[in-house]
Structure formats: C-alpha cells, structure tokens
C-alpha cells in the first residue's frame, strides 16, 4: 500500500535558518514524488517534484531510494515560505490499473522574523 | 482559459440533507480525484475515477458516492450518512506526471 509520513506537524525557524521538511514513503514500486504547498488562503500548488531535479524558490529535494525519503531542504528561510507543506507519492496500483496521489499529513512552516 | 473549476466556494447544508459539490474540467484529462482536507490530516482521498464511467473508492469513500458520466464532470454527493461532512474538499485531475488541483469548497454542516 502506498504510504506518506511527515511526522512533524509544525516546524518553527527563523528567517534565514537552514529548513528541512520531513517526508518518508512506502511503495512497492517506482515512486513519482512531489512536494506541494499551501499559502494562506490560496490555492494548492506544485512546488516540485522528483523526476524534474529542479529548485523552486530555492527549496530542493533529493528522493532516497535506501531510506525512502523525499525531505524539502532550504539552506536560508524567508519569511513568505510561512505555508502548509505537503508532500505528495504518486503510484501505479495493480489492483485496480490506476494512479493515485496520495498526500502526508502536512507540516505547517513558521518562518519568524 | 482551461483549469478545474468547483461551485461553489463555499457551501452550507442542514443536517441530514445531501448535498453535491461540482468539478469540471476542460482540460480533456481522463483521471480526476476528490480529496478531503481536515486540519492536521492533510488531504485524504474520497473518490477516484481513471476514465469515463468507471471509479473506484478512496481511503474515506463512506457516506459518498461520485458519478463520472461524462469526461469534463466528476460531482460528489456529500450523503447524510456522512457522519462529519463539515471540510473543505478538494477536486484535482491528472496529467502525464502532474496534476491540477481546483479552488475548493467549504462545505458546513449545520
């Protein structure tokens, strides 16, 4: 079954702090991993997503394949990062021939001044 | 200017009634998805369909039910055996690698 943990629910920095975001996977196969954020009060919105190996706002993140993880990473946090974070495993599921996305939990991102 | 769109953006309902929330897409993509938010629990998926006339349960399907008759469209009836309906859900479609998420609506149960 495909699985996503985040396990922390808030992560609080400072402007300018390193930032990882947390996220492990289970899945059998080949992941398609992604990383989406949430601005207050705005849409859900792509932030990046593995197989395309590109930074987005300066956020970057690296799919572990041995520790199954797709951690978020920014070396220096600003304080318009503040949002909700999710990252996202999409997977083919034989059972049923279909693709699904399937989110974690969510960390909430505080980026103080 | 193609997208998702879902009507409305916010939604109030008595209790014990059933309601339905619209996705539309123009967008000719065949997989669409409707997801669930609750704070602290992230998105968790309700319904899925892979093509026209077919879908098939979520992880929370229980007192919902969708229909994909045609391409564009993918409603879903919120039921009155819905035991926590109040939250904010969320339509999305696939595209190769990616998806499109719509705006939402916020459905209140009072």
């Known amino acids: 079954a495909q699985r996503v943990t985040q396990p922390e629910k808030l992560l609080s920095v400072f402007k300018g702090a390193p930032v990882e975001l947390k996220c492990n996977y289970s899945y059998s196969g080949s992941p398609e991993l992604f990383w989406y954020v949430q601005y207050s009060r705005q849409r859900l919105q792509l932030l990046l997503r593995h197989i395309s190996r590109e930074s987005i706002k300066g956020f970057t993140a690296d799919l572990n394949k041995g520790e199954t993880s797709f951690h978020l990473k920014k070396p220096f946090a600003q304080e318009e990062d503040s949002a909700m974070y999710y990252c996202?495993?999409?997977?083919?599921?034989?059972?049923?021939?279909?693709?699904?996305?399937?989110f974690g939990s969510g960390t909430r991102l505080l980026v103080r001044p | 200017d193609g997208g998702i769109t879902q009507s409305p953006k916010y939604l109030f309902r008595k209790e014990g009634q059933n309601v339905t929330l619209s996705c539309e897409q123009n967008?000719?993509?065949?997989?669409m998805y409707w997801y669930r938010q609750d704070p602290g629990q992230g998105l968790r998926l309700i319904y899925y369909s892979q093509i026209v006339n077919d879908f098939q349960k979520g992880d929370i399907a229980e007192g919902y039910s969708v229909s994909r008759e045609k391409k564009e469209s993918f409603p879903l009836t919120v039921t009155s055996a819905q035991k926590n309906p109040t939250a904010f859900y969320l339509c999305?479609?696939?595209?190769?690698?990616?998806?499109?998420f719509g705006s939402g609506t916020r459905l209140t149960v009072v």
């Open positions: 967008l000719n993509h065949d997989a």
């Open positions: 999305a479609s696939k595209y190769g690698y990616g998806y499109t």
């Open positions: 996202a495993l999409s997977g083919f599921d034989p059972m049923d021939s279909s693709y699904k996305l399937i």
